[in-house]
Each structure stands twice: as C-alpha cells, then as structure tokens.
T-cell receptor
C-alpha cells in the first residue's frame, strides 16, 4: 500500500531563517506531487506541483521554492522565511492512471515564523 | 472568477439528520473531476468521494453521496445520518486542465450537535 510521509510535524523558525520541508511517498512510482499551504481557518493554496523528477511548476510567486531530486521525494525550501510564511503545509500525491486520481495527503507540517 | 465556490462557511446539523454541503464550480473543460475531502481538527485531509464529469450516476460512498448537477455546475455533498465524528471542515475540489491541477474551495465547517 502507498504511504506519504512529511517531516517535521511542527516547526518554529525565526524570520529570515532558511526552511526545508521534506515529503516522501512509498509504494508507488512516478506520482504527481503537490505542495499546499493552508492559513489558519482557510482553504488550501496550491504552491507547487511536479509531474516528474526535476519538473516543478509554481503557482504562486513567493520566496518559496520546490525541488524533486528523486521520483518520490519532494522538498519545499526557503532561503529567508517571512512572517507570512506561517501556516500548515501539506504534501500530496496522485497517480497517473486514468480514473479518479484523487490526491492523498501527508500529515502536514505546522510552521510558525516568529 | 473562483474555480470552486463553497458559500457556507459554517453549518450545524443535528445528530442522525442528513445535511447538504454546497459546491459550485467553474470550468470550460469537458473532462474534469470533482472531489470532497474532510479535514478534522487534527489537520489530515481525508478523501471522501469522487465524481467524474462523464459519470452519469451520482457517486455514493457509504453515508456520503454527491449530488452532481452538470448543467448547473454544482456538486453538493450529502451526508446521511450525521454522526458526532462528522464534525470537521469539508472541502470541495476540482481537477481539470492538461496538467490536471486541483483547485480547492474555501471549505465549510460542519458541526454535528448531539
């Protein structure tokens, strides 16, 4: 069966510090991968998605970046965090086969920038 | 224009009663998919139900059913026999386009009253 891991679960970082959030998927190959951010009490904002290694599409211009160094690894980074980067970050994957291709989400990382 | 609109920020329902959560969508694609997810206070996103744009019958998954009205571009979620554990945020989402991106609505907070 497929599983998706995210770490860390919670993170408190000062403004201006770097960020690295990691997401890995097990039990599937060549998944589509996504990073979302959810502000408190709000919906999900798509940040990045990837259809393959090294292929990243950005949805929102910001100080965040994403990389996909391996097929089932997706990394969200920042060189200098802003207060507005606080939120709940969710990684998700979906399959490529035809059909419903629902997204499966990781447990999330709760980031607080102080 | 909003791709996914959920007009009910919050809803209350009596335990064991049915409740309908509204969702309208906007797309010019002929092929698209509609999803509902549940997000409890823990933050995890749980897939509930899927409706494909070419599916002629409304989707059902246990106590969840999707009232799909294609001409009206609505995809309402119906939860029958509400339980206390149904209290959560509910998000409607749509997958469309060449890259099959998924857009989420702003969510509806459902509270089940004993």
């Amino acid at each position: 069966s497929q599983t998706i891991h995210q770490w860390p679960a919670t993170l408190v970082q000062p403004v201006g510090s770097p960020l690295s959030l990691e997401c890995t998927v097990e039990g599937t190959s060549n998944p589509n991968l996504y990073w979302y951010r959810q502000a408190a009490g709000r919906g999900l904002q798509l940040l990045f998605y990837s259809v393959g290694i090294g292929q990243i599409s950005s949805e929102v211009p910001q100080n965040l970046s994403a990389s996909r160094p391996q097929d089932r690894q997706f990394i969200l980074s920042s060189k200098k965090l802003l207060l507005s980067d606080s939120g709940f970050y969710l990684c998700a994957w979906s399959g490529r086969a035809t059909g419903r291709r629902e997204q499966f989400f990781g447990p999330g990382t709760r980031l607080t920038v102080l | 224009a909003q791709k996914i609109t959920q007009t009910q920020p919050g809803m209350f329902v009596q335990e064991k009663e049915a409740v309908t959560l509204d969702c309208t969508y906007d797309t010019s694609d002929q092929s698209y998919g509609l999803f509902w997810y549940k997000q409890p206070s823990s933050g995890e996103m749980i897939f509930l139900i899927y409706q494909g744009s070419y599916d002629e019958q409304n989707a059902t998954e246990g106590r969840y059913s999707l009232n799909f009205q294609k001409a009206r571009k609505s995809a309402n979620l119906v939860i029958s026999a509400s339980q206390l554990g149904d209290s959560a945020m509910y998000f409607c989402a749509m997958r469309e386009g060449f890259y099959q991106k998924v857009t989420f609505g702003t969510g509806t907070k459902l509270q089940v009253i004993p």
